[in-house]
């Protein structure tokens, strides 16, 4: 079956195109979830609300693209509006435990360079670990990164290479293990 | 040139070493499809369903909010703030109706706690009022920062009573919810935002 006569399929109320196209694309859209979230519960839970808008609002994809196209565009939107919300939920707990002198002490630094590197790309801001995460990570082109975060490909190559020159940055100190 | 020669190997070992940066389990596909498959059903009854009380109530503030913006729009005059103060107003009493359901709705929810019933209910009711949450959070009624902050913390809770399952770990997960409103001291911050008086009281004189 092609995509353009599952795509009706799906329209027309067909359970079994439902599935299909779900797990066609599940897999993908879970790892980006997951990639991006780093926590089980959250990305399930972006996963599914990514699932849920596509089939509620599949009858306004004119099928000019791509459906994964589309879909990604969908995945990203959810998940970093998702994360913005954690981010600002967090942030507050994090005030007030401050405010109440019970905050955890700041752990010494790793010495570990996966734990660095992990920290490094957390840190990064949210565009650029975005590009970075679907790009280096993910395997996304950056045709299709602009595509999904409505931003032109030359913006997608821009903020990879500083999300890298940031992350070397971070990383000086390691130089050896990749110099070697 | 030789710098040029450590980036190309720094990029290809980052992208080697990168690959371990949350890495995924295995998709748990028929998982998260019931689960798709549950909360697509409940939206769609959602739909079709009778003017339930906390539907209506929910519609109320849904309409004395688009009231407000209405009346906005169609009042705007740069020159003057008259017409400014009066959609102010209306979103004043349309806040003030939100967040008394909110608070009868949080306190009944901590009260069937106590008595041990967790049900769908509940569930249906915060999706309800997560509704109303959200259309605050896009209005002028959110201009003002605490209430904005109160009205974040409502939606994370109301989100998370909406996901309740009173079958699996339900009360578990509702003692949770309970612990957390108590840290950030939502219901009293809740009270706090609401004026005194029955309701009547709290919008007179504001039409």
């Given at each position: 079956m092609d995509e353009r006569d599952l795509i009706n399929r799906v329209r027309a109320g067909d359970g079994v195109a439902e599935r299909a196209l779900y797990d066609a694309h599940v897999d993908r859209v879970y790892r980006l979830a997951y990639r991006l979230a780093g926590d089980d519960g959250l990305a399930q839970e972006f996963t599914q609300e990514t699932f849920i808008r596509v089939f509620e609002r599949?009858?306004?994809?004119?099928?000019?693209?791509a459906l994964s196209t589309w879909l990604y565009a969908i995945t990203t939107s959810v998940v970093l509006n998702g994360l913005r919300k954690v981010k600002r939920f967090r942030q507050r707990e994090a005030d007030l435990d401050d405010a109440h002198g019970v905050g955890l002490a700041r752990r010494e630094a790793e010495p570990d360079l996966k734990i660095r590197l992990r920290r490094a790309i957390d840190a990064l801001p949210e565009g650029y670990r975005t590009v970075f995460v679907m790009h280096d990570?993910?395997?996304?082109?950056h045709e299709e990164i602009g595509a999904a975060l409505g931003v032109e490909t030359g913006t997608s190559k821009a903020q990879l290479s500083r999300a890298r020159a940031k992350l070397r940055e971070a990383l000086a100190d390691f130089a050896g293990e990749w110099v070697s | 040139m030789m710098f040029e020669h450590d980036d190309k190997r720094f990029d290809e070992w980052l992208q080697d070493a990168a690959r371990?940066?949350?890495?995924?389990?295995?998709?748990p596909r028929d998982a998260m499809w019931a689960r798709i498959a549950l909360e697509r059903q409940r939206r769609g009854e959602r739909r079709v369903i009778e003017l339930r009380p906390w539907v209506r109530w929910t519609l109320a503030a849904a309409a004395v909010l688009a009231l407000g913006i209405g009346i906005g729009r169609w009042t705007a005059h740069p020159e003057t703030t008259d017409s400014a103060g009066g959609s102010d107003v209306v979103y004043q009493v349309a806040a003030t109706q939100y967040l008394s359901r909110t608070e009868a709705f949080l306190t009944d929810f901590r009260a069937d706690l106590r008595a041990g019933r967790t049900d769908a209910r509940l569930a249906g009711q915060a999706r309800d009022l997560l509704t109303t949450t959200r259309l605050m959070l896009d209005s002028p009624a959110a201009d003002d920062p605490h209430r904005r902050a109160l009205l974040e913390d409502l939606e994370l809770v109301l989100v998370q009573i909406s996901q309740?399952?009173?079958?699996?770990?339900g009360a578990r997960d509702a003692d949770l919810i309970t612990q957390g409103m108590d840290q950030r001291n939502v219901l009293p911050k809740l009270r706090s935002a609401i004026p005194s008086g029955p309701m009547p009281v709290r919008t007179e004189g504001a039409l």
């Open positions: 599949l009858d306004t994809f004119r099928g000019d693209s990570v993910e395997g996304y082109t | 371990d940066y949350h890495r995924p389990p295995e998709t309740l399952d009173a079958g699996r770990g």
